[in-house]
């Protein structure tokens, strides 16, 4: 079975660039908070500035580490989503088509500029938010993918809903 999934990579490059955003006004925020010299007002901006700098780097490496168990196994007959390690879901080519057809699954373009493509699954009740899978051309696997959806008419579909 092939994956298409995210580099490490790229991962690495991501968690690179918000470690050197974050950690520096880290730590020039905590220096300042246990400088004397420092007015009282002035502490409070750096005091937000840890909580602003601190949650987003805490988001950031979270959201970076669940990217990682996001992937799609697929061959020529079955098709695998891996939400994350404890969930996922199997389907045939020809199922996928037919949730395509039902809308119980879309196929969108992503919500950055890059070249890819979005899986989003419908919720199916209240309490189970809608899922996406997002696949970007960065992605390994995405040549094997896009060219495997082809074979099996995934494209035809959503550009036949598209149209009017």
């Known amino acids: 079975m ?29 220096f300042n908070l246990f400088n004397p ?40 007959y079955n098709v695998i989503f891996h939400f994350s390690a404890a969930q996922e879901k199997e389907m045939t080519w020809e199922s996928l088509k037919e949730q395509l057809l039902s809308g119980d699954v879309r196929l969108e373009p ?7 493509f979005l899986f989003v699954f419908q919720k199916q009740d209240e309490e189970t938010p809608a899922i996406s899978i997002p696949v970007y051309f960065f992605h390994s696997g995405y040549q094997e993918l896009r060219q495997t959806m082809k074979e099996n008419g995934i494209f035809e579909i ?4 598209s149209l009017p």
Do not use: H, M
């Open 2 to 30: 092939y994956k298409c999934k995210t580099r490490n990579l790229s991962l690495g490059i991501g968690v690179f660039l918000i470690l050197l955003l974050c950690v520096p006004v880290i730590i020039f925020c905590t």
């Open 37 to 76: 010299e420092i007015s009282l007002r002035d502490k409070g901006i750096d005091i937000a500035g840890l909580g602003v700098f601190g949650w987003a780097l805490i988001y950031c490496l979270r959201s970076a580490l669940a990217a990682e168990e996001i992937e799609i196994e697929f061959n020529e």
């Open 110 to 116: 992503p919500p950055t500029a890059l070249p890819g």
């Open 158 to 161: 959503v550009k036949s809903q």
